[in-house]
């Protein structure tokens, strides 16, 4: 892994969490809102805090999908997984929700599962003859028979 990468995976981790954090103070600001009446989903993008929140989940996913182009998704998705703790902080301190012990508990072990995952590839070696051409061309699910 190269110091570029591991950018990219801190970009995930740190976007994700700062965008759901600003999405939630703002959705608690707007209040409960409901698909059946449309307006109150737009009167809610337009409050600052969800705008802004929004714009950070954007950045998650402009790092997300050039690091599901060199990685597998198992080696991505557990790897930004230490942003459970930073946005367990950012509930507590910014957001003052209370965090159980168990909430921690889980964090923690969700966490320590990052160490097994970081001890395999980051991607899977494909068999000779596939490439990501031919994988790319293909409908999802189907099979080219022997």
């Known amino acids: 892994m190269t110091f570029r990468k591991y950018l990219v995976l801190a970009g995930i981790t740190l976007f994700a969490a700062a965008g759901d954090s600003l999405l939630s103070y703002g959705m608690k600001q707007v209040g409960s809102i409901s698909l059946a ?3 109150s989903v737009i009167f809610a993008v337009l409050n600052p805090s969800v705008a802004v929140g929004i714009l950070l989940l954007l950045g998650f996913f402009v790092c997300y999908a050039p690091a599901l182009s ?3 998704l198992t080696y991505v998705l557990p790897a930004s997984s ?3 703790v930073l946005l367990a902080l950012i509930a507590k301190f910014f957001l003052h929700e209370h965090v159980t012990a168990t909430r921690w508990l889980g964090i923690a072990l969700i966490s320590s599962g990052v160490g097994f995952v970081t ?3 980051a991607l899977t070696r494909r068999q000779r003859g596939s490439s990501s051409e031919g994988r790319a ?3 999802f699910g189907t099979r080219t028979l022997p």
Do not use: V
């Open 119 to 121: 001890q395999g590839p």
């Open 82 to 84: 230490l942003g459970y």
């Open 37 to 39: 009446h449309w307006t």
């Open 137 to 139: 061309s293909k409908p």
């Open 70 to 72: 060199w990685a597998d």
